[in-house]
């Protein structure tokens, strides 16, 4: 089976979707009844270096790279490269760049509906795009899959497309690379590389305000700091995105701005030693299609308190300290309670590690081959 996968919207690979890309190289480039096509903007081959010798690397030229111009050559230039290379099958992991038609079937990956959602995550044309063109589109695919049940439920809602439609796969992590590790040793990295060595909270998640909530999370640490007068810091990891100038904002006028740190993009390298380092995951985002960050921070033995909103319920299940993330009070007596119950944070340590056991990719990969069978003409 000839299987194309287009990867132009991974943006360096500093996005969920990229992440959910990689990971699904990795397992369909292993197997034998598949022979994949990954199409990827020309300076980001590098980004699947890993794969170079066990699938067919189709460049496409940088010009595509911008939203809108990356959008126009899924629509006009792909369907025939997908006629060109006689693929079986065509999969495209982003709801916005569904294509419309194509000479073979067509599987779309939708990680949420944000957009119906939080007000103000987009600007107003990729607002419309998002809420009334995808639509369209994905009524057209031959497959749907979502990553949650919740995503599922917003496809019916929202696009009218049955749930019993729609397959639903929940993402993995890379159990090889998330895991517990010495807390210790990944303590004294953080005290070198970032200069923290004092206990710290941590999220992970781009710089998007309002919908990662990173200013109420900021608004807590302040009443936490204030009730306890600890030395316990917050670090903020992630790229710049839409609203990044609110949360340095609102942490340069914290009066425990020092306390504050920003550690920019973490490179994947990085990330199971940070979470490692870390003594509390705080995840208050406004709504997410999945959220692999608090799973991931679960593998490494990492207490976790996190929101509810979209997939997170499914996805942390009864493994966190919950918040209402709209509740600055309620957010910061969960600070409070797993900085200073160790019983606490045990217990959240024990379930998480228990319940990330449920995310494995190469699972999730077996089943997206189910999927690709499926539609094949």
């Not at 006009?76 to 099958?89: F, H, N, S, T």
């Not at 217990?347 to 990969?365: D, I, M, P, S, Y």
Request: net charge neutral; hydrophobic share 45%; aromatic share 10%.
């Amino acid at each position: 089976m000839k299987v194309g996968l287009t990867a132009t919207m991974v943006q360096g690979g500093k996005s969920g979707v990229a992440q959910y890309v990689f990971a699904l190289v990795r397992e369909l480039m292993k197997r034998k009844d598949l022979e994949l096509f990954v199409f990827v903007l020309e300076d980001e081959r590098k980004l699947f270096d890993f794969a170079r010798d066990h699938c067919e690397l189709v460049e496409v030229p940088r010009e595509f790279a911008p939203p809108v111009k990356n959008i126009l050559w899924h629509q006009l230039r792909l369907p025939g490269m997908a006629g060109e290379l006689q693929l079986d099958v065509l999969h495209v992991p982003s709801y916005r760049r569904l294509v419309r038609k194509a000479p073979c079937p067509t599987v779309g990956t939708i990680h949420d509906l944000a957009p119906f959602h939080v007000r103000g995550k987009y600007d107003v044309a990729r607002m419309f795009y998002g809420r009334v063109v995808v639509k369209d589109l994905a009524r057209r695919q031959d497959g749907l899959i979502a990553v949650s049940h919740c995503t599922a439920q917003d496809i019916e809602r929202f696009f009218g497309i049955p749930q019993e439609g729609i397959e639903v796969i929940h993402n993995g992590i890379d159990h090889h690379r998330f895991q517990p590790g010495e807390p210790a040793a990944a303590r004294a990295w953080m005290a070198s590389k970032h200069a923290m060595d004092a206990p710290f909270f941590l999220y992970i998640s781009r710089l998007e305000h309002p919908g990662k909530n990173h200013v109420r999370l900021i608004e807590a640490f302040n009443q936490f700091k204030c009730e306890t007068g600890s030395d316990w810091q917050l670090a903020l990891g992630g790229g710049e995105w839409h609203g990044a100038e609110a949360i340095h904002a609102a942490a340069a006028a914290s009066p425990f701005a020092k306390d504050i740190r920003f550690l920019g993009f973490v490179p994947d390298g990085d990330l199971a030693t940070i979470y490692q380092a870390s003594r509390c995951m705080v995840y208050p985002s406004l709504f997410e299609g999945f959220g692999l960050p608090p799973v991931e921070a679960m593998a490494c033995g990492t207490p976790v308190i996190s929101s509810t909103r979209g997939a997170l319920e499914e996805v942390v299940a009864d493994a966190a300290r919950v918040i209402d993330p709209e509740d600055v009070a309620d957010m910061a007596r969960a600070l409070v309670a797993v900085a200073s119950d160790p019983a606490e944070a045990g217990a959240l340590r024990e379930k998480g590690l228990a319940n990330a056991q449920r995310f494995v990719w190469a699972h999730a990969a077996d089943r997206v081959v189910e999927v690709y069978r499926r539609v094949q003409r």
